[in-house]
């Protein structure tokens, strides 16, 4: 019989972890909505969603906080107890990043952007918002014992990164292209930086899944 993570912790513990990926999955869902209203340019609506995806990942700081402490104080393996710490920890480098990426979509003239380049930015910005959504789903799963289906989550946010490592290359030669079709000097210089976050925002959602995964495969797989 596999170990579950209520093996390891209180069932409060499980349920308040359990809550902080609810949270996650909330932040992503509400980024969809954004990019949503985005593809229509429903810019106001965007921003108005982007507002309420910050508040969200703001109470989510609250959770981890608490997290870190019970875990801290918990009697477990010192490997396993730094494992889990850090994967608080990438959970919580997930959220800072779409928050990120959040606020650079805020600032940015998205409507006045040469149409390939805005095409480039939401192309990467699913991908990453599908990224954050399997890794919701990927520790929700893994928390309730499910590690099957939590490693094949694991391995499509894989791909996912890899993915969004093409389209931001993509995009930083889109920049160059349509150079002389930005309306002012500051909007590539703004487009690069919310290429480069919604990348980052990427490599957190992978970094999260590598530790989940040997989490599962050097933990929660073995048999009592």
């Known amino acids: 019989m596999s170990i579950k993570l209520m093996d390891l912790l209180s069932k409060a513990e499980v349920d308040e972890f359990v809550e902080y990926v609810s949270v996650v999955k909330k932040v992503s869902d509400k980024f969809q909505e954004a990019l949503s209203y985005l593809s229509s340019y429903r810019v106001g609506d965007a921003r108005t969603a982007f507002a309420e995806l910050i508040k969200l990942e703001n109470k989510g700081e609250?959770?981890?906080?608490?997290?870190?402490?019970?875990?801290?104080?918990?009697r477990l393996e010192p490997?396993?107890?730094?494992?889990?710490?850090?994967?608080v920890e990438r959970i919580d480098a997930i959220g800072d990043s779409v928050k990120e990426v959040a606020r650079e979509f805020t600032i940015i003239p998205f409507i006045?952007?040469?149409?390939?380049?805005?095409?480039?930015?939401?192309?990467?910005?699913?991908?990453?918002?599908?990224a954050v959504t399997?890794?919701?789903?990927?520790?929700?799963?893994?928390?309730?014992?499910?590690y099957e289906d939590a490693l094949k989550r694991i391995s499509r946010i894989i791909q996912l990164e890899e993915e969004a490592d093409n389209i931001e290359t993509d995009n930083r030669l889109l920049i160059m292209e349509y150079g002389e079709e930005f309306t002012s000097?500051?909007?590539?210089?703004?487009?690069?930086?919310?290429?480069?976050?919604?990348?980052?925002?990427?490599?957190?959602?992978?970094?999260?899944a590598s530790t989940l995964k040997i989490?599962?495969?050097a933990y929660f797989s073995q048999t009592r």
């Open 62 to 74: 609250n959770i981890r906080v608490s997290i870190e402490k019970s875990i801290s104080e918990e």
């Open 79 to 87: 490997s396993l107890k730094e494992s889990l710490l850090i994967l």
């Open 112 to 130: 006045e952007l040469p149409g390939p380049v805005k095409e480039g930015l939401l192309k990467l910005a699913k991908v990453v918002g599908e």
């Open 134 to 146: 399997e890794f919701a789903n990927a520790a929700d799963h893994a928390a309730r014992g499910e």
């Open 185 to 208: 000097p500051i909007q590539p210089i703004l487009v690069h930086h919310l290429n480069k976050a919604l990348e980052d925002a990427s490599d957190a959602c992978a970094r999260a």
């Open 215 to 217: 989490l599962i495969l």
